[in-house]
């Protein structure tokens, strides 16, 4: 029995309208279709330069394990094993708690200091789909010195023990090899030595890496102290250059610097020490990342 043509023909003109709203709609996808958005990632290895905060956060559910340490300024001489002999270590833990969100606590053995802190990314640099030039983070910490106090027949309070820093962090990756940061910085004293310190002391530094290799780089990063702040001890600006080491879930950053301090307060504001006087201390950072939780879009 033969097949009329006119039903191959009414079939056929049912289908026109279908592939014509199916072109439509593949046209449409591909029109309304973004570039990408690309976020810059590892402007720095590490949470700190050298000494100095960094643009970085621990990733959300990730915690780090960061263990400073100090020995003597090389200018002691032989005796003293060119400083060797003498250490002040610090031990701290940041967490991720959210993509933007870090906090941190730590103890310094530099007058038994607890510390603790909140680093808020506020700007993110990105290319692609939509732009933005640079990074852009606030830091904000406590630092309190349990030390006997020098003085202990006046009276003493518990708030003269506090000191705070409020940092403003602003970095760029430049390709993948060299990342600037701009670090201006506040540190406020409850206490301070004479009637002529001044409370506040304000600095302006930042740093840089340069990339070597795909796990090694050099690192530096620069204070300066503004003149005229503190009055009763003869303060310095503060510089410290080193390389970082990446292996896997640890990175090394040994490093040289004329601070002796190892958070804001004590290389911001307390620097003693001069490069051309020997006043150099090496040390050494050791970071331990560890993962606790993976956030949802990262779970298969």
């Known amino acids: 029995m033969r097949k009329s043509p006119w039903i191959a023909l009414f079939l ?3 289908l026109i309208p ?31 330069i050298v000494i100095g905060q960094s643009i970085e956060n621990p990733a959300q559910g990730n915690m780090i394990l960061l263990i400073t340490h100090h020995f003597g300024a090389l200018n002691t001489g032989y005796e003293n094993l060119f400083g060797l002999k003498q250490a002040t270590i610090r031990i701290g833990m940041e967490y991720g708690l959210t993509k933007r969100l870090a ?54 309070y518990f708030t003269s023990r506090m000191s705070y820093c409020f940092q403003v962090l602003l970095a760029r990756k430049f390709g993948s090899r060299f990342s600037l940061q701009i670090t201006p910085s506040m ?30 780089s050099i690192n530096a990063e620069y204070h300066h102290v503004f003149t005229g702040q503190v009055r009763s001890t003869k303060v310095y600006d503060s510089f410290s250059t080193g390389v970082d080491i990446e292996t896997g879930g640890h990175v090394f950053q040994i490093f040289l610097t004329n601070s002796m301090g190892e958070n804001e307060e004590g290389f911001l504001a307390n620097t003693t020490g001069r490069w051309n006087k020997g006043d150099i201390f090496l040390g050494f950072n050791i970071t331990r990342i560890f993962t606790l939780f993976e956030p949802k879009e990262f779970r298969k």
Not at 32 to 42: G, H
Not at 116 to 144: E, V
Not at 187 to 216: E, M, Q, W, Y
């Open 103 to 156: 906090f941190g606590f730590g103890l310094n053995t530099d007058r038994n200091t607890w510390d603790g802190f909140l680093k808020y990314k506020l700007l993110r640099q990105k290319s692609g789909g939509k732009k933005f030039p640079f990074s852009l983070s606030l830091f904000a910490n406590t630092a309190i010195y349990t030390t006997k106090w020098e003085n202990p027949d006046r009276k003493n």
């Open 18 to 48: 279908m592939v014509v709203s199916a072109q439509d709609s593949l046209l449409n996808l591909l029109k309304d279709e973004k570039p990408p958005v690309n976020y810059a990632e590892a402007a720095f290895k590490a949470t700190r």
């Open 12 to 14: 056929l003109l049912q």
């Open 187 to 216: 540190v406020h004293k409850n206490l301070v030595l004479t009637s002529a310190d001044h409370n506040d002391i304000f600095t302006f530094g930042g740093g840089g890496r340069i990339k070597i290799s795909n796990r090694v």
